[in-house]
């Protein structure tokens, strides 16, 4: 098991929880490591950084402090923004680094503030469906899990132990994407294939992007003035990575991504749904090996395949000049747009009363016209719509952009995977550290 630190660490950070206390919350990435420092009294940031280009000739990190501290605690560190560029040849070099740009504002992983790390980590499998203290049994769990999860798992991990090493008596937790989606039920989650198959060999849909419909869904019910429990939403992630959820009663009943981030919706760069004899096809007609497929259909398709561009502004303007690469443009759109309109009406059938329809992420939060044409014309069908000024509204906030008459609210609703993720992170360890384990 890993080390948890003496019963006198303990005891400290149950009092250093009891007046809140900080998350630093890090998200590894197979190539870049985010962090931000959460301040759990008022979820505000403290700091917040980037490590990017890990591995690479030149790798950069990007390191902000937001708020102006105090000296009481040692911190001398002043709202402001330090980038600097060196080789970082691994993961474990760049969170050393993240690890001293911290120290050097006083807020250092030995602060007596900090009481946890939370990590993101993409597949939990059918194991972890909650946040989860990490211990060693937990790390090779984690591992068992890479063939689910070959590009994220194997950073996620990384992330984890270089951390335990800089902190061993530092409570560490794992908040898993795939965890907000275990509440599905079997018939849901259950591909139609041979059911010996797939339990041997984890064939299941397991969704992704839970930590931000956790958020969104409860977000959305606060908008509309009711408690989760009592709300039924639609949450629509919408970024270079996409995918719906239909959320009844504060639990996800289901969700468009499954066994991989591939199923469900147009991506940026990833083809959704489609024929599965279209791999077999591939290889057959085209001579296609498995590596080549699977590039194919999680770089090479989605937005970027049909028109060559995977930004939706770029799609957009190139739209609005027209022409032949404005056509291209539009039927790209055009097949994206047609995708999401299928899923609002697939779950609003399963979850038989909708409340709202929630917008999120990079595309979601800051295109009116992709909010616009998602629900156009389902006003008379499912009392879904969207007021024009407020849907144009040009806000950071959440906010609801459906007419007072709408039988059906649709709102935007920025999403916080890592103030979820550090929420997730702090409720575990204070309500462990109260009970003395």
Same mark, same amino acid.
């Given at each position: 098991?890993?080390?948890?630190?003496?019963?006198?660490?303990?005891? &400290?950070?149950?009092?250093?929880?009891?007046?809140?206390?900080? @998350?630093?919350?890090?998200?590894?990435?197979?190539?870049?490591?985010? !962090?931000?420092?959460?301040?759990?009294?008022?979820?505000?940031?403290?700091?917040?950084?980037?490590?990017?280009?890990?591995?690479?000739?030149?790798?950069?990190?990007?390191?902000? @402090?937001?708020?102006?501290?105090?000296?009481?605690?040692?911190?001398?560190?002043?709202?402001?923004?330090?980038?600097?560029?060196?080789?970082?040849?691994?993961?474990?070099?760049?969170?050393?680094?993240?690890?001293?740009?911290?120290?050097?504002?006083?807020?250092?992983?030995?602060?007596?503030?900090?009481? $946890?790390?939370?990590?993101?980590?993409?597949?939990?499998?059918?194991?972890?469906?909650?946040?989860?203290?990490?211990?060693?049994?937990?790390?090779?769990?984690?591992?068992?899990?890479?063939?689910?999860?070959?590009?994220?798992?194997?950073?996620?991990?990384?992330?984890?132990?270089?951390?335990?090493?800089?902190?061993?008596?530092?409570?560490?937790?794992?908040?898993?994407?795939?965890?907000?989606? $275990?509440?599905?039920?079997?018939?849901?989650?259950?591909?139609?294939?041979?059911? &010996?198959?797939?339990?041997?060999?984890?064939?299941?849909? !397991?969704?992704?992007?839970?930590?931000?419909?956790?958020?969104?869904?409860?977000?959305?019910?606060?908008?509309?003035?009711?408690?989760?429990?009592?709300?039924?939403?639609?949450?629509?992630?919408?970024?270079?990575?996409?995918?719906?959820? &239909?959320? $009844?009663?504060?639990?996800?009943?289901?969700?468009?991504?499954?066994?991989?981030?591939?199923?469900?919706?147009?991506?940026?760069?990833?083809?959704?749904?489609?024929?599965?004899? @279209?791999?077999?096809?591939? &290889?057959?007609?085209?001579?296609?090996?498995?590596?080549?497929?699977?590039?194919?259909?999680?770089?090479?398709?989605?937005?970027?395949?049909?028109?060559?561009?995977?930004?939706?502004?770029?799609?957009?303007?190139?739209?609005?000049?027209?022409?032949?690469?404005?056509?291209?443009?539009?039927?790209?759109?055009?097949? !994206?747009?047609?995708?999401?309109?299928?899923?609002?009406?697939?779950?609003?059938?399963?979850?038989?009363?909708?409340?709202?329809?929630?917008?999120?992420?990079?595309?979601?939060?800051?295109?009116?016209?992709?909010?616009?044409?998602?629900?156009?014309?389902?006003?008379?069908?499912?009392?879904?719509?969207?007021?024009?000024?407020?849907?144009?509204?040009?806000?950071?906030?959440?906010?609801?952009?459906?007419?007072?008459?709408?039988?059906?609210?649709?709102?935007?609703?920025?999403?916080?995977?890592?103030?979820?993720?550090? $929420?997730?992170? !702090?409720?575990?360890?204070?309500?462990?550290?109260?009970?003395?384990?």
């Amino acid at each position: 098991m890993a080390e948890q630190g003496s019963d006198a660490d303990a005891d &400290a950070r149950a009092g250093q929880a009891g007046r809140a206390g900080r @998350v630093l919350v890090l998200n590894s990435g197979s190539s870049s490591v985010k !962090y931000q420092l959460i301040d759990m009294a008022d979820g505000s940031r403290r700091a917040a950084g980037l490590v990017e280009r890990i591995g690479e000739r030149t790798s950069r990190l990007v390191h902000t @402090v937001h708020t102006v501290h105090g000296g009481a605690d040692g911190e001398s560190a002043r709202p402001g923004r330090r980038e600097t560029e060196q080789r970082f040849p691994g993961h474990g070099a760049a969170l050393k680094a993240v690890a001293a740009e911290l120290a050097a504002d006083g807020m250092g992983l030995d602060s007596p503030r900090l009481v $946890a790390i939370g990590h993101r980590v993409v597949h939990g499998g059918t194991r972890f469906t909650d946040p989860t203290l990490i211990d060693d049994e937990v790390l090779a769990e984690i591992e068992r899990l890479v063939p689910l999860a070959p590009l994220h798992n194997p950073a996620n991990l990384t992330g984890i132990r270089t951390a335990l090493d800089l902190n061993p008596g530092l409570p560490q937790v794992a908040v898993f994407d795939t965890a907000f989606h $275990a509440t599905m039920p079997e018939h849901a989650w259950r591909y139609a294939v041979d059911t &010996a198959t797939a339990d041997r060999y984890g064939l299941r849909r !397991y969704g992704f992007h839970g930590t931000s419909h956790a958020f969104v869904s409860r977000r959305t019910a606060g908008l509309l003035g009711r408690e989760p429990g009592e709300t039924n939403v639609i949450v629509l992630h919408l970024g270079n990575g996409a995918s719906a959820s &239909a959320v $009844a009663g504060g639990r996800c009943v289901e969700t468009s991504m499954g066994l991989t981030p591939l199923e469900g919706l147009v991506m940026g760069t990833r083809s959704g749904d489609l024929d599965p004899a @279209v791999v077999f096809h591939l &290889a057959r007609v085209a001579g296609m090996d498995t590596e080549e497929i699977d590039t194919l259909l999680n770089t090479r398709s989605g937005l970027a395949g049909l028109c060559g561009d995977n930004d939706m502004r770029e799609i957009r303007r190139r739209i609005t000049a027209g022409g032949p690469d404005g056509e291209r443009a539009r039927l790209a759109f055009d097949i !994206y747009i047609h995708r999401l309109r299928k899923y609002i009406g697939a779950y609003t059938a399963v979850l038989g009363r909708v409340d709202a329809i929630a917008f999120t992420a990079g595309v979601g939060e800051n295109d009116p016209e992709v909010r616009r044409a998602a629900v156009a014309g389902l006003e008379q069908t499912l009392g879904v719509a969207v007021d024009t000024e407020r849907n144009a509204e040009s806000a950071t906030r959440a906010r609801l952009i459906s007419p007072e008459y709408a039988r059906v609210a649709v709102a935007v609703v920025p999403t916080d995977e890592e103030l979820e993720i550090a $929420a997730q992170t !702090y409720q575990l360890v204070t309500r462990q550290s109260s009970s003395g384990r």
